[in-house]
């Protein structure tokens, strides 16, 4: 795409600003205001320029959409400017403050509700699962959510199975609400239809459709609004999103007229993010001084080093993503001593709080630059942000430290594996680790990208899934399959190198081994 012509002017006025006094061949070393003033002007230009090219791309969609399009063109115009206009870390790290004592909050401290509430708190309460997401990591086509992860039941199986007992154990009506992306939308319609007979109520909305930008003209790569013919121009932008989006659809006003209080967020992959009646309990029981932001976190791993922190900010608590720590604080941002725990993204936020936030426009979420490489070698920038960033806006700020089980994503086949095993017990689409397990950490398991990364790779690789019980660490790369029982136990590895292949015998035990080479067994 060319740069516009105006553009080319803009640069070109402030590139003659010579002084005549100077030697030919030599220009003027710019001053800093020359550069604020350059700065400025071409930010300027840069956003008349996309503001124009949206407004084109306005004039390609139906009458019907109209109306919504126009008002998610004008919430990217907004993010871009400010894209455009903020420069350095958006966190002064020498302003970081400790946490104060009673900024995280140990669940084990949490009061259990009488019998004789639960009905009514659970009456307080809908749930929202983020299902925007693909499963194109894992090899899927479609939502993540309908990818099978435990006796052929997918995620989304698994929530609606969970959401329906709460609400025939307690005789209430707790609604699930999903929000979907333009990606995830129309599968997800079909699907839920097979859930009409069950005792749970359904409700959808899509977040923002937000046009991809070119990395070298900062302006949309789309020449009209058919997404679906075009979908590489076009992304859903975060999780961040979720706020102005649920508003927006009019769900938001819904339950707080209905007399809902507090909505519980969690990813769709998080098969430990259930309803936490201990939490709710805690909530619903402030009084005259409700907690408006609630995020659980847990203690950080050496396998969670990435994962957001919170912190203390300016007198608030907020939440730190490893893309906002400068590059000289990466190391101590990772540190597990420093910084003990990492956000779930399991959020519990008071729905007239969500209003009133909005009303006031004062939510500022810290814009996420994720520059991506199209397979026609186009470099482009989507912006998205965070739903947990919002935490700064609210008052009466919370986090918990939840136990690790409720922090169970499969974002890989590494993780499918576990949750697949005999690891865990599921019952009513929960699932909670087996007592026969002696410690309650999770083994740490490496599985090959080139052999074991797509579902349908790794599910040709298992006879059935191995006994882990017992299992601290497992890495295999390479050609290596799996037979019937087999028992893996403490630190195996195994791994084939390039050209050999390694079948694991149905009934094997393998204990704390080191397998490489060549091993086939064969039929006689």
């Not at 009061?111 to 090899?139: A, C, F, Q, R, Y």
């Not at 459709?209 to 990395?215: A, E, G, T, Y």
């Not at 003209?217 to 989006?245: K, M, R, V």
Request: hydrophobic share 35%; aromatic share 8%; with cysteine.
């Amino acid at each position: 795409m060319s740069i516009p012509q105006s553009s080319i002017m803009s640069t070109n006025l402030l590139s003659v600003n010579t002084d005549e006094h100077q030697p030919k061949g030599h220009s003027r070393v710019p001053s800093s205001t020359d550069l604020k003033e350059f700065k400025e002007v071409t930010q300027r230009d840069s956003l008349v320029q996309l503001e124009k090219e949206m407004a084109a791309l306005l004039t390609t969609t139906s009458n019907d959409k109209k109306d919504l399009a126009k008002s998610q063109f004008t919430a990217f115009s907004r993010l871009f400017q400010r894209f455009l206009e903020e420069s350095g870390p958006s966190v002064d790290w020498d302003k970081i403050e400790k946490l104060p004592t009673d900024a995280i909050r140990d669940y084990d401290t949490l009061l259990k509700p009488s019998p004789d509430d639960i009905h009514s708190k659970l009456e307080k309460l809908v749930v929202v699962k983020l299902n925007g997401g693909l499963g194109t990591s894992m090899g899927c086509r479609g939502p993540k959510s309908v990818i099978q992860v435990r006796n052929d039941l997918t995620f989304l199986d698994l929530t609606v199975q969970q959401i329906e007992h709460l609400n025939k154990k307690y005789n209430v009506n707790v609604p699930l609400v999903l929000m979907n992306s333009f990606n995830t939308d129309k599968d997800t319609e079909q699907i839920i239809r097979k859930y009409k007979g069950l005792q749970v109520e359904i409700y959808t909305f899509n977040q923002s459709c937000f046009p991809r930008v070119s990395k070298e003209s900062l302006l949309p790569i789309a020449h009209d609004c058919d997404i679906e013919g075009n979908i590489e121009a076009w992304y859903p932008p975060g999780h961040g999103d979720f706020y102005d989006s649920f508003k927006n659809s009019g769900l938001l006003q819904k339950f707080i007229d209905s007399g809902r209080d507090y909505c519980f967020i969690s990813n769709i992959d998080n098969l430990g993010a259930t309803v936490d009646l201990n939490i709710l309990n805690m909530l619903l029981d402030r009084g005259t001084n409700p907690l408006e932001f609630v995020m659980e976190v847990t203690n950080k791993t050496k396998a969670d080093v990435k994962g957001g922190t919170l912190i203390q900010y300016e007198n608030k608590l907020r939440l730190l993503e490893i893309a906002q720590v400068p590059k000289e604080h990466l190391e101590e941002f990772k540190s597990v001593k420093k910084f003990k725990f990492f956000n779930t993204n399991n959020l519990w936020i008071k729905l007239n709080a969500i209003e009133k936030v909005l009303n006031e426009g004062s939510m500022n979420l810290e814009i996420i630059v994720n520059n991506k490489t199209l397979d026609n070698n186009l470099n482009i920038i989507q912006l998205e942000t965070a739903v947990g960033a919002a935490m700064k806006s609210f008052n009466g700020g919370l986090g918990i430290n939840v136990p690790r089980s409720r922090f169970l994503p499969v974002k890989k086949t590494s993780d499918l594996l576990l949750v697949m095993s005999n690891l865990y017990h599921m019952r009513n689409g929960s699932l909670s680790m087996s007592p026969l397990r002696m410690f309650p950490t999770t083994p740490l398991v490496k599985l090959g990208d080139k052999d074991f990364a797509k579902v349908k790779d790794f599910l040709s690789r298992f006879a059935t899934i191995p006994d882990i019980l017992e299992l601290d660490h497992l890495t295999v790369s390479g050609d290596v399959t799996f037979g019937r029982n087999v028992s893996l136990k403490g630190t195996v590895i195994i791994i084939a190198n390039h050209g050999d292949r390694i079948d694991i015998p149905s009934n094997a035990t393998l204990e704390n081994k080191i397998v490489s080479g060549n091993l086939r067994i064969l039929d006689h």
